[in-house]
Every structure is written in structure tokens, then in C-alpha cells.
């Protein structure tokens, strides 16, 4: 057993979706959420500028005491896992091994999609993972740098003529591919999830990052025995930007209010 807290960080808001799985299926650990909101979004800029921000925000979490950390941001887990599980002695899950492994095993036509930011797919990662696994899947990958900034605007709900629009032009190709199984592979994306479903169409499955890499925690913490005692955990949530925000916000990818849970923290200190 092990009492201490799991950390979880994302550029915003979207790393929520796997901190609400997170204690879904593990109710009785305590979470420390950093959300990166006043630089968010990572997923246009270049791989430094990604690690660096990656860096401080790993730093940040390691001056709470941690067990392990979940990168639940796409672009980070594409761009510099090996980095910061190099450089720190506590496990570090990202989201795209999980969610690939997930898919591969989910197709059935063996044509499998990833939607994810520019900087997520062109970083080749969700690619190079799916081929490790199999190098017969049909892998096709699409940016939409669209979706983060709408979805942080709440712009996310089936109904909204703009999110439907923007999936539509996006998702088009994605569907005359004739894949199978769809990598949401930005943890920002579930919040679309009926958006996207309504055009890939029924038939094609869709992968939650966050929720997978939630899994693969849960899996590693048993496996080392260190699941927190039964009870019920604490979270606190931390943002780089003004705390109102995130509170509002947060309620939407949570489904729970988090006031009076919510700290601003000056992240280019770390
Ligand atoms: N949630 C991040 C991801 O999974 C959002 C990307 C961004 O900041 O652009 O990639």
C-alpha cells in the first residue's frame, strides 16, 4: 500500500477528462491536478518549448510528495515521456501507449485512426506505437488544431453549428478511410465525444486517452502493490492562470464543482 498522492498534469483543462476516470475507478487516492492554463495550448508549439513547459510543470507536482505521475496531455506524452521518465524516479504514464494498445486490440477491420494535435501527430508517436504493436494495422492520423481552443471555450456540444462544422471538415477523410477504431488522442477530445460520434457514424469505436492511461495506472499500482488504502482521496487543483476560470471550467470535464479546491500557481518558477 501506498498513501501517497498521484500527480496529473495537463496544458489545461483537458487532462480533467482522466482525473474524473481516475476517481472513477480508483476512488480512494488522493489527486494533485496541474493545469497549465495560461499557456495552454501546447499543441502548436515546438518540441522545446514543449519539454521545457513539461519540465516545470513535472517540477511543480515533484514538490508535492508522489507515487506517480500522469501525463494526461497528448502532446506532452508524444513529444518528451522518455525525457521526463529518464529524469525522474517516480513512474510516468502518458496517454498514447495505453490508448494504442487499447485500439489495436479493438479493430476489427485493422484500419485504426488517431485524432490528436498538430504537434501530437507530427511527432510520429502514436504512428511508431502502433506499429511496435503491429505492423500490419492501417494507421491513419489527422491533426485538428482546431478542437482544443473550441473545446476550452465550451464550444463542444452537439447542437453548436460551429464544433459540428469545423468535425465535419476535419473528420471527412478520417471517415472514407473506413477505419474501425478511433484514437481521440488528445485528452480534450472525449468533451466531443458525441460531436465526433455523430459524424465517424455508430459503427466506428472510439478511444479515450484519458481513460486509458487511467487504466494502465491502476494496472501498475496493483501490480506493485501500491494502491491507497480503502477510504475516500483528496484532490487539489492547481492552475497557472486565474482560479475563477478554472473552477467554472473544471466543472464541465470533471462533472463535479471543485470551489474552493483551485490554487493559482507562478509556474516559470519551477
Ligand atoms: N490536452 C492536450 C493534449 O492532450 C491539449 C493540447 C494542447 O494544449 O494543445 O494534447
Known amino acids: 500500500m501506498d498513501q501517497r498522492a498521484i500527480g496529473v498534469f495537463d496544458s489545461g483543462f483537458g487532462g480533467l477528462t482522466a482525473v474524473r476516470r ?3 475507478i480508483m476512488p480512494a487516492e488522493d489527486i494533485v491536478y496541474f493545469g497549465d492554463t495560461s499557456r495552454v495550448p501546447y499543441g502548436n508549439r515546438s518540441r522545446d518549448t514543449i519539454l521545457r513547459y513539461a519540465r516545470q510543470d ?3 507536482l515533484r514538490s508535492f510528495d508522489l507515487k506517480a505521475i500522469v501525463v494526461a496531455c497528448g502532446t506532452v506524452s508524444s513529444n518528451c515521456l522518455d ?3 529518464a529524469e525522474n524516479d517516480i513512474p510516468i504514464i502518458g496517454v498514447v501507449e495505453p490508448a494504442v494498445r487499447s485500439a489495436a486490440a479493438l479493430t476489427r477491420n485493422r484500419r485504426v485512426g488517431v485524432i490528436a494535435t498538430r504537434a501530437s501527430i507530427g511527432s510520429g508517436a ?25 473545446v476550452e471555450e465550451g464550444r463542444c456540444r452537439p447542437g453548436d453549428i460551429v464544433i459540428e462544422t469545423v468535425a465535419e471538415q476535419y473528420l471527412a477523410p478520417m471517415r472514407e478511410k473506413g477505419v474501425d477504431t478511433l484514437v481521440l488522442g488528445c485528452t480534450h477530445y472525449p468533451l466531443l465525444a458525441e460531436v465526433i460520434g455523430n ?6 469505436t472510439l478511444v479515450d486517452v484519458g481513460a486509458e492511461s487511467a487504466a ?19 484532490a487539489e487543483y492547481y492552475t497557472s492562470d486565474r482560479a475563477a476560470d478554472f473552477q467554472r471550467l473544471a466543472s464541465l470535464f470533471l462533472g463535479e464543482d471543485v470551489t474552493g479546491q483551485v490554487g493559482q500557481v507562478d509556474i516559470t518558477k519551477y
Open 22 to 24: 481516475l476517481r472513477a
Open 58 to 60: 513535472t517540477r511543480f
Open 83 to 85: 525525457v521526463l521518465a
Open 126 to 150: 502514436y504512428e511508431r506505437a502502433f506499429r511496435r504493436l503491429d505492423e500490419a494495422l492501417e494507421v491513419t492520423s489527422l491533426a485538428c488544431p482546431l478542437f482544443v481552443p473550441l
Open 199 to 204: 459524424v465517424m457514424g455508430p459503427e466506428v
Open 216 to 234: 494502465a495506472l491502476r494496472a501498475l499500482l496493483q501490480e506493485r502493490d501500491a494502491l491507497a488504502p480503502e477510504g475516500t482521496g483528496a
